[in-house]
């Protein structure tokens, strides 16, 4: 096993591949980060060149860098409905952070952005689906209307099946009617199974809802990463599915794939640990292993944080009996994330 966690661990710097564009289409964002600078130097009056960097910095959460951005990106191309939709995701995320004085104002900049949005094109599924989202949410006095909100599913659906079906899933979820997104991305399949978002979807549904059907899982799963072998989301819910099965073949040989098709992405190593540790016969020890590899990594955004390994790690060290090793893996995680709750929790427990 150590031969293959070294293969794991090679230095993401090691490897590159792609363009700016393919780098953010396969959530590699430090890469990104990286290559936008040196476009930024040489092409800044590029509305394209931009976008892509208020869509790194909004990743990455610097909102006043992402907002300059794209409002940049928005001046020098207003006819871009990217740029708009980006917008009212940013000014979106701001509100949230922002002090009740200044949230109205953004809500009208999101309101303004996301219809600018549509206005240039009412095909783009990003800006109907915030739209949807606003208008669910936001109150009548800010141009919130539930009713328009639960028709967009059918507008997006009337030319476009498969993100139609998607949409009715993410509008499921705001109404918190959780139980119908199984059917939903089901759909999204049969009309289009060349889709990734979809597949994986559906993979993780099967992976990691209410009712997991690992073998569905694996199977979803298998053909996500056909359609996109760099995104991590796929090999996320297969790895988790073979683990938590207690495939030890299976899981090596996905681990070592993954690797080669995303060297120096650790999220792999993350979920294959939660799936030993969740399954019918958990396995403490190897999910230790993997953790312990987890944590030489330097994970990107929106993988699980080191916090989070540590907090794992403390759990797999306290069922193999390891009282002090857990104490002091936890203790790692508390500080790292010191606003978590459940691990603060855990914290607690551990010191007795």
């Not at 540590?310 to 060290?317: D, G, N, Q, V």
């Not at 002090?324 to 929790?345: C, M």
Request: hydrophobic share 45%; charged share 25%; with cysteine.
């Amino acid at each position: 096993m150590r031969c293959l966690l070294e293969l794991l661990l090679l230095a993401p710097g090691l490897v590159r591949g792609g363009d700016l564009a393919d780098l953010i289409a396969n959530k590699q964002w430090r890469q990104a980060a990286e290559l936008m600078q040196s476009q930024l130097k040489a092409n800044s009056n590029d509305a394209s060149v931009q976008l892509h960097a208020a869509e790194i910095r909004f990743a990455q959460g610097r909102l006043a860098e992402a907002a300059t951005h794209a409002e940049k990106a928005a001046e020098l191309d207003a006819r871009s409905a990217g740029a708009q939709h980006l917008l009212f995701e940013i000014y979106g995320s701001q509100a949230q952070q922002a002090s009740i004085l200044r949230q109205a104002g953004l809500a009208r900049k999101c309101k303004t952005a996301v219809d600018r949005a549509i206005e240039l094109d009412a095909k783009h599924y990003g800006a109907l689906i915030g739209s949807m989202m606003y208008l669910y949410q936001a109150p009548g006095l800010f141009g919130g209307d539930k009713k328009q909100a639960e028709s967009i599913p059918a507008r997006i659906g009337a030319y476009d099946p498969a993100h139609g079906h998607l949409a009715q899933a993410e509008l499921d979820k705001m109404r918190k009617q959780l139980g119908r997104l199984r059917e939903s991305y089901q759909r999204a399949v049969a009309a289009n199974p060349k889709l990734y978002n979809a597949r994986v979807a559906l993979a993780r549904d099967y992976a990691f809802g209410r009712e997991p059907e690992l073998p569905k899982a694996i199977a979803e799963a298998r053909e996500a990463v056909q359609l996109m072998p760099r995104r991590h989301e796929g090999w996320d819910a297969l790895l988790y599915a073979l683990a938590r099965q207690g495939n030890k073949p299976g899981v090596d040989a996905a681990l070592a794939d993954a690797a080669r098709r995303m060297p120096g992405e650790g999220s792999p190593l993350f979920n294959a640990a939660r799936g030993w540790m969740e399954g019918a016969q958990p396995d403490h020890a190897r999910a230790e292993a993997l953790l312990r590899a987890y944590l030489k990594t330097q994970p990107d955004v929106g993988r699980p944080t080191l916090g989070m390994a540590h907090w794992s790690l403390a759990i797999a060290l306290e069922k193999q009996g390891r009282k002090e090793d857990a104490r002091a893996a936890i203790e790692t995680a508390a500080r790292l994330e010191p606003k978590n709750e459940r691990i603060q929790n855990d914290l607690k427990r551990l010191r007795g």
